[in-house]
């Protein structure tokens, strides 16, 4: 019976752990935000819809669904809301490429429990368990780039992305309407 | 004893491992917010990373794929997962076009390690935008409206 136990300890089964520091070996900048926490961890990448319900894509949904972390030493679901770039821009397309896979990551924790932040992640670079070279997690933007060649020019992806500003087209910055919010535009730069 | 040993070995997860459950039917009002200008305070206070003011961020943020969330009348945060079909939650546009509404989902709910999740079978009501704080925000970030060129 020991032995049985054992193995499956070794093989991962052991209970969650509790709250842990995982600051041990990070090299995460900091971003100087209230609740941050350096955290470098071994995890799964998975797609958190599948994760939950059991609606699984064979490819993670294919950069469309959002993707988790599963931790490896407590089997908790780390949900990364962000890559590492100062520009309005998500984890998925860093962690794509690692679906299904056994990755490092190393970056920022969010835990701040007035806000029902738990377990929120900033992503600042990741490599598959094994590696030696991390890969940054700062693609977005170069994506993005590939995926919308009509709307090259100056200026961050946010002016120029063509969905974004057919919706402030159609319903003003405020989302109040373009005429509604003329009075405050007005006011604003005055 | 050795047969409770077994049992609760058994009972553990296995290692990788889906561990599909089945959701709790709710009806949630909230706003559509972007997540994480909420939980990380990068842009402000709760109050002032929601509504009118935040709108062009709020789009922003959901055109560059970070998840959205449905803050609920509770206060809780439901990060959404699927709206009606569409599972784009990174960047969608299902989740684009309703940046800063108030809406009335009808769905599953799931809870995970602190989270909640939400997969919204059907918006029963789109209430539009509804939390016009703008004018006592003004634009969060202050960039987010260009002045406009002479």
């Not at chain 1, 931790?71 to 962000?82: A, E, I, M, Q, S």
């Amino acid at each position: 019976m020991r032995h049985f136990l054992m193995t499956l300890v070794s093989a991962g089964m052991a209970l969650p752990a509790m709250a842990q520091d995982f600051s041990e070996g990070s090299e995460a900048k900091p971003w100087n935000l209230y609740a941050e926490q350096p955290a470098r961890f071994e995890a799964r990448v998975v797609d958190i819809l599948c994760e939950l319900t059991g609606d699984c894509p064979a490819d993670c949904g294919g950069g469309v669904r959002q993707l988790g972390l599963l931790r490896g030493v407590d089997d908790v679901l780390v949900y990364p809301n962000k890559n590492a770039q100062a520009a309005f821009t998500g984890a998925v397309v860093e962690l794509l490429p690692f679906c299904g896979r056994q990755v490092e990551v190393d970056g920022l924790l969010i835990e701040d429990p007035d806000l029902g932040a738990v377990n929120i992640y900033l992503v600042q670079k990741v490599r598959a368990v094994g590696d030696a070279e991390w890969t940054a997690a700062n693609r977005w933007t170069k994506e993005w780039a590939k995926t919308n060649p009509e709307a090259d020019g100056k200026g961050p992806w946010f002016r120029r992305d063509p969905r974004v500003n057919a919706e402030i087209a159609a319903h003003g910055y405020t989302g109040i309407g373009v005429e509604e919010e003329k009075p405050f535009l007005k006011e604003l730069f005055e | 004893m050795r047969m409770r040993l077994l049992m609760a070995a058994i009972l553990l997860p296995l290692p990788g491992a889906v561990q599909a459950a089945e959701g709790e039917r709710v009806q949630i009002r909230g706003e559509i917010i972007d997540t994480w200008c909420y939980y990380s305070g990068v842009m402000g206070g709760p109050d002032a990373v929601t509504g009118t003011a935040h709108h062009t961020c709020a789009l922003w943020c959901s055109a560059g794929g970070i998840p959205v969330g449905l803050l609920g009348e509770d206060g809780q945060v439901y990060m959404v997962l699927r709206i009606e079909g569409d599972d784009g939650s990174a960047g969608g546009d299902m989740q684009l076009r309703l940046a800063s509404h108030e809406i009335t989902a009808d769905g599953l709910l799931y809870h995970r390690d602190g989270l909640n999740y939400l997969v919204v079978e059907k918006v029963v009501t789109d209430h539009g935008i509804t939390k016009l704080n703008h004018e006592d925000y003004g634009p969060v970030p202050p960039f987010a409206i260009p002045e406009p060129k002479e």
